[in-house]
């Protein structure tokens, strides 16, 4: 697909069929997340990748509460066929900045860092994962952890140390998918956004 194109459908569904995905494909949008740029180069970002339905209940189970999953549109965004959890090693980037040719950069412990790498390069990643999902034909999602975040990776073998990002919903939409709330903000003009060579 065109990039333009990518761009322009990219959104976030949180309403989606029980279709499953196609393995191929979504090996396709997994791999995408591996040409994300990466700090140093350090490459520590991992992915979780969720398919079978107990999988799917257990990450449902430890993130949620009743009251959510009884909310309207939630009965949707949990039909999706697979989660992906993108996650990063803060370790892996201090231990990588503390290699000799980042001498000097002083960030080889963990509190160093003004801006966590470890963050950035997954949000890179998820963004490829998004938009390789648009352009493979699958809608996609994607959702903050605001709880059970230790429960899923400890449930999982994930080995310590490890933060999880969020998780990406991905598989085909269903109908409706009303627009989220938050969009009637209105997406911000490029005059407002830009500023070219001064605020
Ligand atoms: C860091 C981040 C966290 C988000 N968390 C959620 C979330 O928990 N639940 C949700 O429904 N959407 C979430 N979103 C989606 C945003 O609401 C959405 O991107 C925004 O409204 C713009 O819509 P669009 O992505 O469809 O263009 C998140 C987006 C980002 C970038």
Redesign the pocket.
């Known amino acids: 697909m065109d990039f333009d194109a990518v761009l322009a459908r990219?959104?976030?569904v949180?309403n989606f069929s029980d279709t499953p995905v196609p393995p191929n494909i979504l090996e396709k949008v997994l791999v995408a997340a591996l040409k994300a740029p990466s700090a140093g180069f350090t490459q520590g970002v991992d992915l979780l990748v969720l398919v079978h339905p107990d999988q799917l209940a257990r990450y449902w189970e430890a993130t949620t509460t009743p009251e959510w999953n009884a909310a309207t549109r939630r009965a949707g965004m949990m039909r999706a066929p697979v989660i992906v959890l993108p996650l990063c090693n803060p370790a892996a980037y201090a231990d990588r900045y503390g290699e000799p040719d980042k001498t000097g950069s002083g960030l080889d412990r963990i509190e160093s860092w003004p801006v966590p790498y470890w963050w950035v390069d997954a949000a890179f990643a998820t963004m490829n994962i998004l938009l390789a999902a648009v352009d493979n034909g699958l809608a996609a999602?994607?959702?903050?952890m605001f709880r059970g975040e230790d429960e899923v990776l400890t449930s999982f073998g994930v080995p310590s140390g490890y933060r999880a990002l969020?998780a990406v919903l991905l598989g085909q939409p269903a109908e409706p998918d009303p627009a989220?709330a938050?969009?009637g903000r209105g997406r911000r003009p490029p005059d407002e956004v830009i500023h070219r060579g001064s605020w």
């Open positions: 990219r959104k976030m949180r999602g994607f959702l903050g969020g989220s938050s969009l």
